[in-house]
């Protein structure tokens, strides 16, 4: 979430007129995230999120995520629930801009999650892909088809001049060069509705002394139809790396560079989503190459970000080096590495944690 399109207090009241949401108690702009401008907003009834769509997003495909949403909801995934206006619309206009309202969702994100939080999103990931059947797809805007243009677009910005920035550029080119001709043909794995940016700043949790529980998914705004193992990939890459600091405090580790990849998440992760949905020999075959991909995807998006987002606009930039450290990582693992017991498999030839 971020804020690209600020709003007046009149310009919030004036559209929640529309709505049976009572009145206009507060509202603040979220800063978390890099694609759309969001607002928590306090009303006399409660709590609930306004989110205006930017950039990335084409406006007719913006009825898709809220049909997913109602979709999700209705089978019993905790995510949040486009809210209509009096004449029964879900999605309206403020600002120039495509607007909807949808429930907020108790809880709090987790920004160093344990094997625990791994286990359970790892879980949910399963429910989601299982809730998502049947429903028409949507292309992946974001896949291998558009990495090439990413890359090529990133030069475009300001502040790519830097030499750091050139070599993560030919960096990024070198690996694509050798992920896309191994990326799976679409037939090749089994395909649904997937989250796509399912980051811990997505997934909210609730406990208190009796419990401790997954209490919603968030911001399906990059959700599309591709392989379902993708996704877990993108969970991976997402949950199971942490600052190399804060690593090596814990496990006497050491790391040369940012982040520290931990085996007993993934092995969480994957222990979680197989609970619920095994993977099939293919899917497991095909997981360093998807991890790779993964990795490359938000290094190219952090790396166009970097240059590209307004220097007024509420954003936290994300760091595209972490996510060049985890391809780094990903393009090491032998191809059977998802094939072993994960702690071994993802450890190098002498039995080593490997370090990004």
């Given at each position: ?7 007046s207090?009149?310009?919030?009241r004036?559209?929640l ?6 009145e206009?108690?507060a509202?603040?702009?979220i ?6 401008s969001n607002f ?18 084409d406006p ?8 997913l ?5 209705a089978r ?6 486009p ?11 403020l600002?120039?801009k ?14 160093h999650?344990d094997a625990?939080?791994c ?10 892909h ?8 949507r292309a ?6 558009a990495w090439?243009?990413l890359l ?28 896309l001709?191994?990326?799976?043909k ?5 395909r649904?509705?997937?989250h796509?940016?399912?980051f ?6 609730l ?12 911001d ?6 591709d392989f ?8 991976l890459?997402a ?5 190399a ?12 560079g940012r982040?520290?990849?931990r085996?007993?998440?993934a092995?969480a ?11 099939e ?15 490359m995807?938000?290094l ?5 970000d ?23 990582h990903?393009m ?8 072993l ?5 993802l ?9 990004a």
């Amino acid at each position: 979430m971020a804020v690209y399109t600020p709003l007046s207090t009149e310009q919030v009241r004036e559209f929640l007129n529309h709505y049976d949401l009572g009145e206009l108690v507060a509202f603040q702009g979220i800063a978390e995230g890099v694609e759309n401008s969001n607002f928590l907003l306090q009303t006399t009834r409660g709590r609930f999120i306004l989110t205006l769509f930017e950039r990335r997003m084409d406006p007719a495909e913006l009825p898709w995520f809220l049909e997913l949403m109602g979709r999700l909801s209705a089978r019993g995934l905790s995510c949040p629930q486009p809210i209509a206006d009096r004449t029964g619309r879900t999605l309206s206009q403020l600002a120039g801009k495509p607007g909807v309202i949808v429930s907020f969702l108790p809880g709090s994100s987790q920004a160093h999650p344990d094997a625990w939080a791994c286990r359970a999103v790892g879980r949910a990931l399963a429910e989601l892909h299982e809730a998502g059947k049947g429903m028409g797809a949507r292309a992946n805007r974001l896949g291998p088809e558009a990495w090439p243009v990413l890359l090529e677009a990133c030069g475009d910005g300001k502040g790519g001049e830097s030499a750091e920035f050139s070599a993560l550029q030919a960096e990024a080119g070198q690996a694509l060069s050798r992920l896309l001709p191994a990326w799976p043909k679409p037939e090749a794995l089994p395909r649904g509705q997937i989250h796509a940016d399912l980051f811990p700043d997505n997934v909210f949790f609730l406990s208190d002394a009796y419990e401790r529980r997954l209490s919603g998914v968030i911001d399906f705004y990059f959700a599309c139809t591709d392989f379902l193992t993708y996704d877990l990939a993108i969970v991976l890459n997402a949950w199971c790396f942490e600052e190399a600091d804060a690593a090596e405090s814990r496990s006497g580790g050491s790391s040369e560079g940012r982040v520290i990849f931990r085996p007993d998440k993934a092995a969480a992760v994957l222990e979680g989503y197989e609970s619920l949905r095994p993977l099939e020999p293919a899917e497991r075959a095909a997981l360093p190459v998807l991890c790779q991909g993964a990795a490359m995807r938000f290094l190219l998006t952090r790396l166009y970000d970097w240059t590209h987002t307004p220097p007024d606009a509420q954003v936290t930039r994300k760091d595209p080096w972490a996510y060049a450290e985890r391809l780094r990582h990903f393009m090491r693992l032998s191809p059977q590495a998802f094939s072993l017991p994960v702690e071994t498999g993802l450890k190098d030839g002498g039995g080593r944690e490997v370090k990004a």
